[in-house]
């Protein structure tokens, strides 16, 4: 009998560890059929690059495998990436990604993650103008956690508090930092690092979320509103930070 019990422990044992080799570290949003997408492509290919260059065993994904009839083969992907050029998506799109997170997945993204695509068609039209403008339609304000729009200019970051996706910084520490990330207001995540920024260089903007992270079920999504600094940006995939926000 105890041979028995060992003979069952001992295969299942084997077929988790297969399915854990079949698990991917990182699905890649590299959907062609987005309109935004060509822009894009060349830094989308350099964060894979990285990535790999780290150890992480990379896929490309459409944005259909949040679609419902693919949902049951999500759960491949230890983590999704989804880079800022995709910034619009249908309800049905975000409530692929809910699930997919509350079920045990990372989200890792710089796009803010709240516009909606009400019509379905991965653009915005007529439809959803207003006089030129976008018309502020969210989904659930923002999933992530934080709202983002236009462009500023940063001149120093801060680090908040030390953790996983801190690695390798002091807590308290501030760093001189030249690049591009959203005027961004913290709704309802955890903000871990805060950047100085000028806005049209004129108006001077304090503590801007620039990294967070929110808890979602048995996952979490991570937004990273400044992905030049490299540090910065691989720790959002260590393996140290999955474990700390996913259980």
């Not at 801190?166 to 690049?179: C, H, K, L, M, W």
Request: glycine share 6%; with cysteine.
């Amino acid at each position: 009998m105890r041979l028995y019990i060992f003979a069952v422990s001992l295969l299942l044992c084997i077929f988790t560890f297969a399915a854990e080799d079949k698990k991917i570290d990182a699905g890649i949003l590299y959907d062609e059929q987005i309109p935004s997408f060509a822009k894009a492509q060349k830094k989308i290919d350099g964060i894979i690059k990285s990535l790999e260059a780290a150890g992480l065993k990379t896929e490309k994904i459409k944005l259909s495998v949040f679609e419902t009839e693919n949902r049951s083969g999500i759960s491949r992907y230890r983590r999704i990436y989804i880079h800022n050029s995709y910034r619009l998506f249908s309800p049905l799109i975000y409530q692929g990604m809910a699930e997919y997170v509350i079920g045990g997945g990372l989200i890792i993204t710089s796009s803010p993650c709240f516009a909606v695509d009400t019509n379905e068609n991965g653009t915005y039209d007529k439809e959803e103008m207003i006089k030129g403008k976008r018309k502020r339609k969210s989904y659930d304000w923002p999933q992530n956690g934080v709202f983002a729009h236009s462009a500023t200019s940063i001149k120093t970051i801060k680090i908040l508090f030390e953790c996983p996706l801190t690695r390798g910084f002091s807590q308290g520490a501030v760093i001189d930092e030249n690049g591009i990330m959203p005027w961004t207001k913290n709704k309802s995540a955890e903000v871990v690092v805060t950047a100085d920024t000028i806005y049209k260089d004129k108006e001077d903007l304090y503590n801007l979320p620039l990294l967070t992270y929110k808890k979602s079920g048995k996952g979490a999504y991570i937004y990273i509103a400044y992905e030049e600094n490299e540090k910065l940006f691989l720790n959002c995939f260590s393996n140290e930070t999955f474990e700390w926000l996913i259980y």
